[in-house]
């Protein structure tokens, strides 16, 4: 048995299609990023690079500011005087880089930034990377709070 449809116009089919696909516009997507905005453009073990240059050691990146040499070294290092000081930062959110393995500190560390309710994502450093230019590129008011010892 053969169905046969009929076509209720008498237009040829090519008028629904493009005739010169070859003319049709090309979409071309280009990085636009102020030159004034810190952005990570590579990590990797023991270092983060921002804006094309290499840091070691603790950091803290926000879009407008950078911080070197941020005083814990590793995890077991943190203390509440750490999270006072992310506390002051005028953010909605902290991303900690806690090294290859995720590790959440300790309630009684964070309570600066719960009394200041700046909420606080803890995530493997090269999560911490990849979220902080996600959050930075939509116009968040956010800070990433890199450990030395965390290798990506």
Request: hydrophobic fraction near 50%; charged fraction near 20%.
């Amino acid at each position: 048995m053969v169905v046969k449809f009929a076509r209720r116009n008498k237009l040829p089919w090519t008028l629904f299609r493009p005739a010169f696909p070859a003319l049709a516009p090309e979409l071309k997507l280009h990085l636009d990023q102020p030159a004034n905005i810190n952005a990570i453009t590579a990590y990797g073990p023991g270092y983060v690079q921002v804006n094309q240059t290499r840091h070691a050691g603790s950091l803290i990146v926000m879009p407008q500011q950078l911080t070197l040499g941020w005083r814990p070294l590793s995890f077991e290092d943190l203390q509440a005087a750490d999270f006072e000081e992310l506390a002051q930062l005028k953010v909605e959110i902290v991303l900690l880089g806690t090294g290859e393995q995720l590790r959440f500190p300790h309630p009684k560390l964070t309570r600066a930034l719960m009394e200041k309710r700046i909420g606080l994502e803890a995530m493997s450093t090269a999560a911490a990377c990849r979220t902080y230019n996600i959050l930075m590129g939509e116009g968040r008011a956010v800070a990433a709070a890199l450990l030395a010892s965390a290798a990506a």
